[in-house]
């Protein structure tokens, strides 16, 4: 008699592990969710922290941190299931909860990704991953958070922190679901075949477009800080950049829901896509300007970072190395050329030049996807047969079907984020008033980045001389400096 199998490390063990979960396919999921909730918190954090101006700083990193957190709640509550549940709409799911133990350690599935052929007849399944819902939840929650915090970024140093706290969760709900739902959910978009990988339309144009809207509802910063913003810590400002470069592991690795083929050309593609686009972003910048830019290198990393997710796990190499190159120029000559020639890329105050590095670079990576996608790969990913780029017997009908996607997107998050907007500013000033953008962060907050004085902020002289007027044994705080040979230097930042 042969003897039981021992126990592996996919075995079944009821109750905790059903016969349909893989504790590696669960294992990476959770993983690639930590690592995309990296990028957010802290690499953005810290990014938005120190490419600021000093007197920025604390709300800059805060309307990161603050979009981080309602977006969990807002998810758990609405949004997941809007987003990934039951169709309502071709473009919409339907509502409800991701909070009940039944549905959260149930087996993970996008009911609306069935695929039915010609004469309603099924021809692929619903998408089910080998782990459990939670898995999923917490997963495209890091995605639809960082969403909004790469919005952000057009909004930086003069947006109204209460404005920014309203508005946050209601584009969630109205733009971002719309979106993820149409593309990823098992939408409108989905069942036509049109390629987003891992967000390059979902999240990037998304933000992209919202954030350009948003900034001219909200409007400029004032003039003084438009002309002169520069980062108060280059060296966090790279290694904020970093944990956002090393964090697109996960953001691409875990699209296709499980450790596959996909996952890891997606993960080489993704690494190979920003080293090219950092590397043209810094010729360019020796080329015309004499000499490299460390925030152009940071702006060339992201671009390429964004322009190779619709495509990172779809594409070859080497067309993922022409991905990068061309995310090193094309955002490059939009942001360096045109936006100086154009009066509506100059009216709109984007801090952060989050249009350019976001949208333009989501947008030619979905139609450079739309040529370059190869039969073999896409057919791992998606679910409707016969999805390839031109390139590969797609015809121009895949890129066309790209575009449509693209305008589709632009044109909802144009309308609903005005319409957030202005219902907002009826209640709640969009922007902070004159005297307080003087200030910056002490205003807003009523704290700092750094305990040194200068950049402009309101300096509280009576605080001053009570401070030094304080004795200490049997002498003033002045009386001891001058002892010990300070003179009260004032740093400039």
């Known amino acids: 008699m042969a003897s039981p199998p021992l126990p592996g490390p996919y075995s079944t063990d009821l109750p905790t592990v059903p016969e349909w979960l893989n504790k590696g396919d669960n294992a990476w999921q959770l993983t690639a969710a930590t690592f995309v909730g990296i990028q957010s918190m802290p690499g953005l954090v810290v990014l938005y922290g120190s490419i600021v101006k000093k007197k920025w700083a604390v709300n800059s990193a805060f309307m990161a941190l603050y979009a981080y957190a309602s977006t969990l709640i807002v998810w758990v509550l609405l949004a997941f299931r809007m987003a990934f549940g039951d169709r309502l709409f071709p473009f919409w799911g339907k509502a409800g909860p991701a909070l009940t133990q039944e549905f959260l350690v149930a087996r993970a599935s996008f009911p609306a990704t069935a695929h039915y052929g010609a004469g309603g007849k099924l021809e692929v399944g619903p ?40 508005f946050s969760p209601l584009w969630l709900l109205l733009s971002y679901t719309v979106c993820a739902f149409s593309l990823w959910g098992g939408g409108f978009l989905y069942q036509w075949g049109v390629i987003d990988y891992s967000g390059g339309y979902v999240v990037h144009l998304s933000s992209g477009v919202a954030g350009f809207t948003a900034a001219y509802w909200v409007g400029p910063r004032m003039k003084s800080d438009r002309e002169r913003f520069a980062p108060n810590n280059i060296l966090l400002m790279i290694a904020g950049g970093g944990l956002l470069w090393l964090g697109w592991a996960g953001f691409n690795g875990g699209a296709p829901y499980a450790p596959n083929l996909t996952a890891s050309v997606a993960v080489l593609n993704t690494n190979v896509s920003a ?51 061309s995310a090193g120029s ?57 999805t390839r780029g031109a390139f ?63 950049d402009g902020e309101r300096f509280d002289v009576s605080r001053r001389a009570a401070a030094r007027s304080n004795v200490v044994g049997d002498q003033t705080v002045d009386q001891r400096l001058a002892a010990m040979g300070a003179r009260g230097v004032t740093v400039q930042l």
């Open 275 to 325: 080293a090219a686009s950092l590397l043209t972003w810094t010729c360019l910048d020796v080329i015309f300007f004499g000499k490299p830019s460390v925030i152009g290198a940071v702006q060339g990393m992201m671009t390429g970072l964004v322009c190779v997710t619709p495509g990172a796990g779809l594409v070859h190499t080497w067309a993922a190395m022409l991905m990068g190159i």
């Open 330 to 386: 094309v955002p490059w000559l939009t942001m360096m050329v045109l936006h100086k020639r154009s009066a509506l890329l100059q009216k709109v105050d984007d801090t952060l030049a989050v249009f350019h590095t976001h949208a333009v670079a989501g947008l030619l990576g979905g139609l450079l996807t739309g040529l370059l996608a190869t039969p073999e790969l896409t057919s791992l990913h998606t679910h409707v047969p016969g």
């Open 127 to 166: 998408t089910q991953p080998f782990y459990p819902e939670a898995s999923l939840v917490l997963f495209q929650f890091q995605l639809a958070a960082i969403t909004l915090v790469l919005l952000a970024g057009a909004l930086l140093g003069r947006m109204n922190i209460r404005a920014w706290m309203a």
């Open 392 to 454: 590969y017997g797609g015809g121009i009908a895949q890129v066309g079907k790209q575009l449509a996607a693209a305008l589709f997107v632009v044109v909802w998050n144009v309308v609903v984020t005005t319409g957030i907007l202005l219902c907002v500013g009826l209640v709640i000033p969009l922007r902070m008033p004159d005297d307080e953008l003087k200030i910056g962060d002490d205003a807003a907050h009523g704290e700092e980045a750094y305990a040194l004085w200068g």
